[in-house]
């Protein structure tokens, strides 16, 4: 399996950064936005966090609903999705960016405190 396919694309990386997530990771984007490397490195630029990471985030404690993730096929193709029963479902390729983009959606609409999140 390679690095990409576990961590969160820029872009929702980006998004939880501006809307106040800035809980350690163990993996960050470089200066180019592009590469990726370990968080300890000097030149990350931003966290990018991977599925587990993002687990631990949505984990019930923070959500009084049950979360779940299941892997289906979709026009023969493999997506992945996350949600909490009665609420949203996120779809994306990568389960990494499916929790993230509910992650994001949580945030947006109140359901999550980021202060919380970032402990």
Excluded: Q
């Amino acid at each position: 399996m390679n690095l990409k396919d576990i961590i969160c694309d820029f872009e929702y990386a980006d998004r939880l950064a501006e809307l106040g997530i800035s809980r350690e990771s163990l993996f960050g984007f470089c200066n180019d936005k592009r590469s990726v490397s370990f968080a300890h490195k000097p030149h990350v630029s931003l966290n990018s966090y991977t599925v587990a990471e993002l687990g631990e985030m949505l984990a019930s404690e923070h959500i009084d609903n049950y979360l779940y993730c299941d892997l289906f096929t979709e026009k023969e193709e493999h997506f992945y999705s996350c949600g909490y029963e009665g609420t949203v479902v996120c779809r994306d390729k990568k389960e990494a960016n499916a929790r993230a983009k509910l992650l994001i959606w949580l945030i947006e609409n109140d359901h999550v405190n980021v202060e919380e999140l970032n402990k």
